[in-house]
């Protein structure tokens, strides 16, 4: 299948691109490199080092066979976006191509207003140049989790059954994300279900948990293929902050209570997840959700699972509750449906502590690159707008 | 109070520039004039004459023995909206900054973006503004009764109690609306809501159905007072331009089966509704909603009034459907809750015809300026992207 991956520079999207090659797709990509530029502008670095594009290119065919063929632009500008379509007539589109962090939309206006602006409004051309050139190609588009935040009540895939006041319709589950790049994906969510309704376009929308790992087989450890791995308090996500933290000897520093529960999947369970989205495309019109994660921990959890297994590796980690920079929840239930993928055949890994061994593995070997960054792991952009370094709660 | 509107040169915020200056408030007011371009883009122009905002300003002196104070500039625009609120303190304000039509913004991919940047981001940067200058101040956003669409339950006040397999919440009601117009509303309404939850903000956000209407009689009949009244096929909604067919002896124009459901209340009760929430505003921290409306009629009953009133006037009206170039549902359950307005002592007018004859009085006067551009008011922009003019469909 030809398969294009927006944002085919970052995290996800990289590793994506590998993994469709090596099972039989076709792969073009598009990104204008922002992601190197935000963790940069956050004073930080990938902790694994990442090759150029052009060496990635080069790589991807020598290991590949095949090319990546690559589109250098912005999401935004709806001409380019068109010609790239034109010339690469895509049968699906993984759509990765925003700016996935909450603290970074929370920094000030100027932040708030371009992510909100660079995701939703990239999303829409999405959805016009789908419908112009490519009606049938297939969306997958990348939301996330948070959009439905943390509600007293389970949570569905997307839709649910009401009965309200003796009528009955099945309608979107309410959203309510606690951040400006989280309410970005909850308009996108509300965007791409109206093209597919009014349109017939087709749509697969991924609420995402938290993505970890820094590896598949797939990148068989050649170092121009490895992915980035972000340890800065915007890029960074909880878990990817801790090991940086067990490596370098620093605690680990989990926000508030530490109560907070959210579900997570390692990065080769994401690829698989994605893949079958791809390969199972819905009906024209159909507009589909899946809530993909693996596992429910709280964040207490998730630094005692990362203490053990730095301790495998002679480090000795304390855990230190800092308070927290954002207006969340701290306790609450949370029990999100995840059926869906399951349905499609999706095989967990249910490793949670292999697949960290594996992290601390890459990362003890690009310890000084974290040591010289360090600054970057602390938080200080504050929910409230203002900009002050927490504090250790003990 | 010090209230500001914003959009203040447009239909509702001029009107209610008066209302509430007559009422004891002070106004100030935002505006780029960009209502008159569109309306010029759609080769078109307001049936009755309007002041150029200068003339308006000193009438407005002269009439009501006080400043409007007016700031020309553009409501995404952070540093020019964050000066003008230093200036003025407001201690409310009304958002009527928004492009308020749907087909417009379903021209292409360029009004689409357009629309949802302007009317999101616009009302984004009025947030971080409140918060920054004015942390107090009541944000009255106006939204759309459009944001819930047509679903086959009951449509409550913005949040209903919810009980999901043995557990309760309330929430938000979903949204399902039906352009990138309504969208951008329902974009608002939870970037609103999450300002109000976590910055503790105040805010009445309006769920407003069609407002019509010629005038309010604190505008005293005099011509540099008056407001605009749009009937072209995307600032004119069906009401006006049925009244504005009427009265050039062409047939209405329905689209589709007629038996489209929607809320109404004349301009009058729209200005009495805004004072209300101005007048009341919620606590901090709260984000509550009013549906805003008074009657509802199908599209199909709404010309007939116009066509009863139009014979008054001597006026030999037919009514002819036309193709929907919209996609919407025709036949639906609609019984939307409105009573948190008339808890706060909204007292409706009820009475359509007497405010039809109004609107017929002030457009006889103008059936040159009708009959000039009477092109404007047939539909070509289809909600499938395309351009073609609908056809009658008997």
């Known amino acids: ?10 995290y996800l999207g990289w590793s994506l691109s590998i993994y469709l090659a090596k099972h039989g797709h076709q792969v073009a990509g598009i990104d204008n490199y922002s992601r190197r530029k935000w963790v940069g502008e956050m004073g930080c670095q990938s902790a694994i080092p990442i090759a150029r594009m052009d060496e990635r290119l080069i790589t991807y065919r020598q290991s590949l066979g095949q090319n990546l063929r690559f589109f250098k632009g912005d999401l935004t500008d709806y001409n380019f976006v068109l010609n790239a379509f034109k010339a690469f007539r895509p049968e699906a589109v993984v759509y990765l191509g925003e700016m ?9 206006v100027h932040h708030a207003v371009w992510t909100q602006t660079n995701n939703v409004m990239g999303t829409l051309v999405a959805l016009y140049v789908i419908k112009e ?14 959009e439905y935040g943390t509600p007293n009540v389970d949570i569905p895939e997307g839709f649910f059954e009401i009965d309200y006041r003796g009528r009955k319709d099945r309608m979107m589950f309410p ?5 400006w790049y989280h309410q970005s994906k909850v308009h996108d969510t509300h965007n791409v279900e109206m093209a597919c309704r009014m349109w017939g376009m087709r749509s697969t929308d991924i609420m995402q948990g938290v993505v970890y790992g820094t590896r598949i087989d ?3 450890d050649n170092p121009s293929l490895a992915t980035r791995f972000d340890f800065d308090q915007c890029f960074g996500t909880a878990i990817n902050r801790f090991c940086a933290q067990a490596v370098i000897g620093l605690p680990l520093t989990p926000y508030g209570s530490g109560k907070q529960k959210r579900g997570f999947l390692p990065l080769r369970d994401s690829m698989q997840c994605l893949r079958l989205a791809v390969e199972n495309p819905p009906t024209a019109g159909e507009y589909r959700v ?8 709280t964040v207490d959890e998730l630094a005692d699972r990362v203490a053990k297994v730095g301790s495998k590796f002679d480090l000795d980690v304390a855990v230190r509750p800092m308070e927290n920079p954002r207006f969340e929840e701290e306790e609450h239930h ?7 993928l399951l349905d499609l055949g999706y095989q967990p890994t249910h490793d949670m502590e292999t697949e960290l061994e594996s992290v601390f593995r890459d990362l003890t070997r690009h310890r000084g690159r974290i ?3 360090k600054e970057a792991v602390f938080p200080d952009i504050r929910w409230d707008g203002s900009r002050r370094q927490s504090e250790y709660l003990s």
Chains 1, 2 share one sequence.
């Open 133 to 146: 050139t490519a009606p049938d190609c297939h969306l997958v588009k990348l939301g996330t989790m948070g």
């Open 371 to 373: 040591e010289s960054r």
């Open 1 to 10: 299948m030809r398969v294009l991956i927006t944002g085919v520079d970052g």
């Open 334 to 340: 949370y029990n999100p449906d995840h059926q869906h």
């Open 290 to 297: 899946f809530n993909q994660f693996e596992e429910v921990y």
């Open 100 to 108: 996935p962090s909450a603290p970074y939309s929370m920094i000030d």
């Open 218 to 220: 797939e990148m068989d």
């Open 175 to 179: 959203r309510k994300a606690g951040s």
